[in-house]
């Protein structure tokens, strides 16, 4: 076993035991999904330390402000620092997670639409006891990061609007923005077909 697999099994196993008590829509089949495509896509556009995208895919979610309360990669830090890592690689993995999020792009963000998408929206939504659709509320279109985070009581349909739908715009790579067209007319239809069975259409 080289370092790199040593760091990469060292890394699954604590992220499985810190995500063990989330919903569905951020747990380690979350993390796995995340894994596997942005290895993908880092395979399909040539990049080279793929060992650092791979701990930044499994690492994105040990932070997450919508469960911890706070927009900081303070937990993935101190984890990297027990590992047999320089700092260089460790602060290089903190700046692709540090990107990832409302504007940026990883797998994570591939996996936020789509099919899986559209299961971990409703996931989340019921986990936060949201209700479904609510035509009387209208998606709020220009959410700043801060306005978005703050914005905890939206219709959970509403959240397509105000971020599903902006994602596929947001792909820097070919692969990427290949993978995420596909997803967001899934995505498109699947609404759609909602707002026409709630209007009683269908």
């Not at 047999?84 to 996996?111: A, H, Q, R, S, Y």
């Not at 998606?139 to 994602?167: C, I, Q, R, S, V």
């Not at 715009?169 to 709630?198: C, L, N, S, W």
Request: aromatic content about 8%; charged content about 25%; some cysteine.
């Amino acid at each position: 076993m080289t370092t790199d697999d040593i760091v990469i099994q060292n890394t699954v196993e604590y992220v499985r035991g810190m995500l063990a008590s989330n919903d569905a829509s951020h747990d380690w089949n979350h993390i796995e999904r995340v894994w596997r495509l942005s290895v993908r896509i880092a395979t399909e556009e040539h990049v080279e330390r793929m060992d650092c995208v791979v701990l930044a895919a499994l690492l994105h979610d040990i932070d997450d402000w919508k469960y911890t309360g706070s927009d900081s990669t303070d937990r993935a830090r101190a984890f990297l620092h027990t590992q047999p890592l320089d700092v260089d690689k460790i602060e290089f993995v903190l700046k692709i997670i540090n990107g990832i999020g409302f504007k940026e792009e990883l797998g994570t963000e591939k996996d936020a639409i789509g099919a899986i998408g559209i299961a971990r929206c409703l996931t989340y939504g019921g986990h936060k006891k949201r209700v479904l659709y609510e035509p009387s509320v209208p998606p709020l279109m220009a959410m700043d990061k801060a306005a978005y985070m703050a914005n905890k009581h939206g219709p959970t349909l509403n959240h397509f609007y105000e971020k599903l739908f902006k994602l596929k715009d947001m792909m820097k790579t070919p692969t990427g923005q290949r993978i995420a067209q596909a997803r967001h007319e899934y995505m498109v239809e699947f609404v759609e077909r909602v707002q026409a069975e709630v209007a009683g259409l269908l």
